[in-house]
């Protein structure tokens, strides 16, 4: 009798101890969708959106797989300093055409913009649902570890849609970005940048600028502890930004957790 009620609890001690020091967050959002990890093979699925009254041209497609470029190779210097490789493969949904929709809704950065981007997408190149969809392209490309790049011929803030337990698989299961080419007031966007910020927070990065989610006080503290982070600003050159200690910890490649990290967890990754 005394055996079968201890062996349960220490299965349970051993277990939690195994999850509390193999992952930065134990929610359920962290590592729930097909962006695994920001390490090993990572397959961006890349599409233009834009709309009939203002189409991508050739020559701005070809500008952005350069910014691609850019932020797949500050991404891997970043996550060598980590000691973490990473791999990046892309490949173009529906052959680099544009997707068309009547209207792309500017992100606004309030959270309630709409999150089935990549869903409509990938019912509009003929795929019958996310599910089915990641099964496919697994398959292909042969990895599991897979984002979608939106690249939307509009202006707003880019955002990125994240799926987490108890979503609707069919639907939200392909993680993925929607970058905007321009701000909403047309300020120029860093497009490499911002690429790499919303890809970041596929893997598991918090934002520390205040947002609707994230409190002043802890941008202030960001800015003395973590100045140059990517999660906190982003530049029009890579090279004055970085991932600092805390998000590499959010994302798997820092293992030394500290005291202060959780402090800044935003409401949007309770
Ligand atoms: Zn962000």
Redesign the pocket.
Known sequence: MKLKVHFPVITLLILSIISSTMQAQNNDRWRAGSLKELSGDVLFLVCFVSTPNDSWKESEKDEILVKLNESENWLKEQANQYDVNIDFKHSLLNNGDDILFDTIEAGM?IGNERVDWVYRVLKRIGYKNSKQAYRIIKRKHKTDNIAVVIMAKAGGT???MRYRKGYDKKKYFIEGTIIFDSYSNEAPMPIPAVIA??T??LAG???L?T?YAQTADRQQKAHELYPDDI?LRVDHSLTNINIDKLTAWLIGWNKNQEDIFEWFRPSDYR
Do not use: I
Request: charged residues 15%.
């Open positions: 950065g880019s955002y990125s910020h919303e970041l927070h990065a918090w934002d600028y947002t999660m």
